[in-house]
C-alpha cells in the first residue's frame, strides 16, 4: 500500500464517521473517528492483497471507498438543499450529481487510474451517461424504500434510504464504469 491510498482510505474512513455522529451522536460518534479510518486502511490492505491476484477486486475495493466519500457527500449535501427546497424527490436529484461529480474524480484518478487527458470529454460524457442511469436508478430505489413502512423515525429511515439506493445504484455503477467508461 503506497502512502496516498492509506490518505484516501482514512479520509474515506473519517467521512463516514462524520455520518455516525448523525445517528448516534457523539460518543459512538467519536470511537467512529478511530474506528471507521482504521477498518477502511485494514479493509483496502486486504483489498490490495487479494487484488494482486484479482485487478477486479482491487478496484472494487477502491471504488467502494470512493463510493463511501461520495456518499457522505450525497447525503450532506441533500440535508443542505432540504432546508431550502423541502422536496425530498428533487433534493435527492441534487445530491446525487453532487456525488457523482465526486465519484468521477475519486473513479478516475484513484479507483480505475486513468490518468490520461485525452478524449477526457467523451469519457466525462460516457461517465454521466452511466451515472443518469444511475440516477434513474437511485431516485426509484430512494422512492420505493422511502415509501416503507418502518417503525423509525422519518427522519432516520429517509437517511438510510439514501444509504439503501446508493447501495442499488453502487453495483450499476461500478459495471458501467469498469466496462464502458475506464476499461483498459
Known sequence: MNKKDIILSAICGLS??????????TTYGLISVVIFPALSIAGFWFVELVGRKFLFVHQAGKFAL????ADVVDIKI??????FLPFSTSCKIISFFAGTLVKYFSDKYWAFERHEKKDMHKEMA??????????????????FFNKM??????????????????????IWNFCGYKFLVFKK
Open 78 to 83: 441533500f440535508q443542505l438543499v432540504f432546508l
Open 149 to 170: 413502512n418502518v417503525r423509525l423515525p422519518a427522519n432516520l429511515w429517509q437517511e438510510l434510504s439514501i444509504i439503501l439506493a446508493a447501495l442499488v445504484t453502487a
Open 16 to 25: 463516514v464517521s462524520w455520518l455516525v455522529f448523525d445517528f448516534f451522536g
Open 66 to 69: 470512493a463510493g463511501a466519500f
Open 126 to 143: 460516457m461517465f454521466f451517461l452511466v451515472a443518469v442511469v444511475g440516477a434513474g436508478i437511485n431516485v426509484v430505489s430512494f422512492y
